[in-house]
């Protein structure tokens, strides 16, 4: 894969697995994300603490914990956007250490990173193509396809039920065509089947190939049968993580 994180993905694609449009596919290495001993401190104290995480290639990866465990600032840490005070964030493409502020992209992270409520899906996507070097057009229209979320360009995103906010989000960010997509608090004002199917959607995004990394209060229950690589839980007493993983 070239050094570019623009190459990640887009027309000219491998097929990919059934379902995912040809758009989305990555054809160059999925990205790996691997946190050793982790740890960040602020004015307050600890916000985490003892992280040790895998984010599997093209897998989806739950950061679990509730509000005030430094959910938020992990995930932020995994993408190379937030300080840490040890340990260490590791990014591969492959055998390629690579910086992973830039090959991730950010959908959401409350209360700094978010749609504007007073803005239309249309000034959104023209925002994001006016900042975005490797913003797409074809790739936003995928991401919409597979989340099923396309809003109407007049659209006021406000509007929107929170389920549609969080995904239209999603696919901003992934039509930014970077091999990671970084998503904050999934669950937030969502439950039962609108939640069961952002996660599945989320899912989805990584079997066309992106590493998705998401936060939630919990991650998604067994029997919804997500396809979660990895997640780990944060603990609200101490903020340490103890790292669970599935098969």
């Known amino acids: 894969m070239a050094e570019s994180p623009g190459d990640s993905g887009g027309a000219g694609a491998r097929p990919g697995p059934p379902g995912i449009p040809p758009a989305l596919v990555n054809d160059g290495e999925a990205l790996e994300i691997e946190a050793r001993g982790l740890r960040a401190h602020g004015p307050l104290g600890t916000v985490f603490q003892g992280v040790n995480l895998l984010a ?23 993408g190379g956007r937030f300080r840490t005070s040890g340990g260490t964030v590791t990014a591969r493409l492959g055998d390629t250490p690579v910086d992973p502020l830039r090959h991730s992209a950010l959908a959401r992270a409350t209360p700094g990173v978010d749609l504007v409520p007073q803005w239309t899906a249309h000034e959104h996507r023209a925002e994001r193509a006016a900042t975005t070097r490797t913003f797409s057009t074809a790739a936003l229209e995928a991401a919409g396809e597979l ?101």
């Open 147 to 247: 989340l099923d979320c396309a809003p109407p360009a007049r659209t006021v995103v406000g509007r929107l039920p929170a389920r549609d906010r969080l995904l239209f989000a999603v696919a901003l960010a992934v039509a930014e065509r970077r091999p990671a997509v970084l998503v904050d608090d999934v669950d937030a004002g969502l439950g039962g089947t609108d939640l069961r199917e952002v996660w599945l959607r989320l899912a989805r995004l990584a079997e066309a190939g992106i590493t998705v990394l998401a936060t939630a209060a919990a991650p998604p229950p067994p029997d919804w049968a997500v396809p979660v690589a990895a997640y780990t839980t944060l603990s609200p007493r101490t903020a340490a993580a103890d790292v669970a993983r599935r098969p």
């Open 56 to 78: 599997r290639p093209a897998g989806l990866t739950v950061v679990a914990g509730q509000g005030g465990t430094g959910r938020t600032s992990l995930l932020l840490a995994l």
